[in-house]
């Protein structure tokens, strides 16, 4: 049976048709749907119907041009789904979307710039140093100090080198772990959407603009499963409990095999730990904080602190309890937690993915 949660949140609604962006309001409700694009037209239909799109557009000629651009196609059966480049246009989509609402310097964003050899080289540049590679002197400044200080002599010295300064992007490690629980879509609110959204973007900017890092996705209700990055529009919550630590095990297991200097965990989730697992059963418990299940979540995080992992939270709740359940799991790792809306998560994520993507170790 397939759980699923249909609340279309009226300022999205509006900012979506506000210039009659049908793509991004496709986008929009395909993730919604679990990737169900015949579903993702009904809703088109019936919003049309309903006046929030005017009459005069021709939404069956807009799903034509979806079919004629490849975007999505039909199988054996005769039914619509995603083509490979309809997923990714899904997920530029959801790149653009979530980096068009991030605040320049947003929270947690401290690029570290660091002298030296590194990958992006900067504009600003510094006196030469021993040991400094010859390729990085600036010969146009450098020959500007040496005329200057003899007046027009061209007598080169050492004092009169400049070296580009280099921003070390040391390569990254990353695995996303999303709560797929029923709590996801519980509440009068749809949690599991934003969710898919800023893996979706994470996909898109890691892949595009940092080749060398690596990415991994795990969802994890009553048990904690991998998933390809090709089936993040597809996914949906259901009714599980929140097997948090099997995440942390499966992400520690998972980082542990990457060579990357750095390795760090987005934990998104909105309600406690409530089941983990035990001999090969689950062991499950909804009713308050359970200490067994809570001692052994916080447990694994210690061990992935002993692996040198950083674990952030995004935790989509403000309860006292779980509030205090996740800041002593902070502690205990010496991670990070953000307490936010779905809808601040690209901006929380992305500034502390930058951010530690560029620390270095020492």
């Not at 609604?13 to 919604?32: D, I, K, M, Y």
């Not at 809570?294 to 002993?306: G, P, Q, S, W």
Request: hydrophobic share 35%; with cysteine.
């Amino acid at each position: 049976m397939r759980h699923r949660y249909r609340h279309l949140d009226p300022e999205l609604l509006r900012s979506l048709l506000a210039g009659l962006e049908l793509q991004r309001l496709f986008n929009q409700l395909v993730l919604a749907s679990g990737g169900d694009i015949e579903e993702a037209m009904e809703w088109m239909r019936y919003l049309q119907k309903e006046g929030y799109i005017d009459e005069a557009v021709d939404l069956e000629a807009f799903f034509d041009a979806l079919e004629e651009q490849q975007l999505v196609g039909r199988d054996d059966d005769g039914n619509l789904g995603l083509t490979g480049r309809g997923e990714r246009t899904i997920r530029r989509g959801a790149f653009e979307e979530v980096f068009s609402g991030l605040r320049k310097g947003g929270p947690g964003y401290h690029p570290v710039r660091a002298e030296g050899e590194g990958v992006e080289r900067l504009p600003e540049t510094r006196p030469w140093r021993f040991g400094d590679e010859v390729h990085a002197i600036d010969s146009v400044r450098s020959l500007a100090n040496t005329l200057k200080r003899t007046h027009g002599d061209l007598e080169l010295a050492r004092e009169d080198l400049e070296v580009y300064e280099t921003e070390h992007l040391t390569s990254c490690a990353t695995v996303v772990a999303i709560d797929v629980s029923h709590s996801m879509i519980l509440y009068g609110e749809d949690r599991i959407t934003p969710a898919k959204t800023v893996a979706l973007a994470l996909t898109e900017l890691i892949t595009t603009k940092y080749p060398k890092d690596h990415l991994s996705v795990i969802l994890f209700g009553d048990r904690a499963e991998r998933v390809a990055l090709s089936d993040l529009p597809y996914i949906e919550a259901g009714p599980f409990h929140t097997n948090t630590r099997e995440a942390l095990q499966m992400a520690r297991g998972l980082l542990a095999r990457r060579r990357q200097p750095n390795k760090q965990f987005f934990l998104i989730t909105d309600g406690k730990p409530s089941a983990l697992t035990e001999g090969g059963q689950v062991y499950k418990n909804p009713f308050g904080l359970d200490m067994k299940i809570v001692n052994k979540t916080l447990e694994e995080a210690d061990l992935c602190r002993r692996q040198r992992i950083v674990v952030t939270t995004f935790m989509i709740a403000t309860d006292p309890l779980l509030t205090e359940f996740v800041e002593k799991l902070t502690r205990i790792n010496r991670g990070r937690a953000y307490f936010a809306s779905p809808y601040d998560l690209g901006e929380f994520i992305f500034a502390d993915y930058i951010k530690n993507r560029r620390r270095r170790l020492r």
